[in-house]
């Protein structure tokens, strides 16, 4: 089975694709995996080019392909300079724990949402270095709320999923079950299909 290091080390986001990749003949592996984690400053303007700065950080210090991956939160009707857009737990300067992120992003919504509510989209970014040629993708998910009011159930490593709620089921996403989330999960494959193709170069 051929060995991919996730330059992550959020375990969410570690288990989104784990079992995708398994199933192409890929070994997902963490930073906690091999004892890795160093500082690097994702000073990009977008979800590629901090995917690129992370993925770039651990190049020299395994012999293994490298997957990044870095995500943008877009706020309707928020100006541009108060977008979460790249710094999404990083905010002025300072990495946001799971509940001060819930906290900022309730103070948003009702700074600039209606009704406790703010329509919000994720735009994802990866990249992925083998053989030194680096290989980018870029999506987006559908649009969800941001709300004002919490719900007392966590997703440890996603915060926001406290504050988020689906649009057509009128849930938290903390609330949601399997079923929904079967029944509402966007196809990923040709993010895997992607990830594969550039392993097996």
């Given at each position: 089975m051929k060995k991919l290091l996730f330059a992550t080390t959020n375990q969410?986001?570690?288990?989104?694709?784990?079992?995708?990749l398994s199933k192409k003949g890929i070994e997902l592996l963490s930073l906690d995996d091999l004892n890795l984690n160093i500082e690097v400053a994702e000073n990009g303007k977008n979800a590629i080019e901090n995917a690129l700065i992370k993925a770039r950080a651990y190049q020299n210090l395994v012999d293994i392909p490298i997957l990044a991956m870095d995500?943008?939160?877009?706020?309707e009707n928020v100006f541009?300079?108060?977008?979460?857009?790249?710094?999404?737990?990083?905010v002025d300067g300072k990495s946001l724990t799971d509940e001060e992120m819930i906290k900022h992003y309730t103070n948003l919504v009702k700074k600039y949402g209606t009704d406790g509510k703010i329509t919000a989209r994720w735009v994802y970014g990866i990249a992925i270095i083998n053989k030194s040629q680096e290989y980018t993708y870029t999506w987006s998910k559908s649009d969800f709320y941001l709300v004002s009011k919490p719900t007392e159930k966590r997703n440890v490593g996603y915060p926001l999923n406290s504050i988020s709620i689906n649009k057509k089921l009128n849930k938290y996403f903390t609330?949601?079950?399997?079923?929904?989330?079967l029944n509402l999960a966007e196809d990923e494959r040709d993010i895997i299909d992607f990830i594969a193709s550039c392993i097996e170069i």
């Open positions: 969410s986001k570690i288990n989104r694709f784990r079992e995708g995500d943008n939160l877009f706020l541009e300079n108060s977008q979460p857009g790249t710094n999404v737990r990083r609330d949601m079950t399997e079923e929904d989330k």
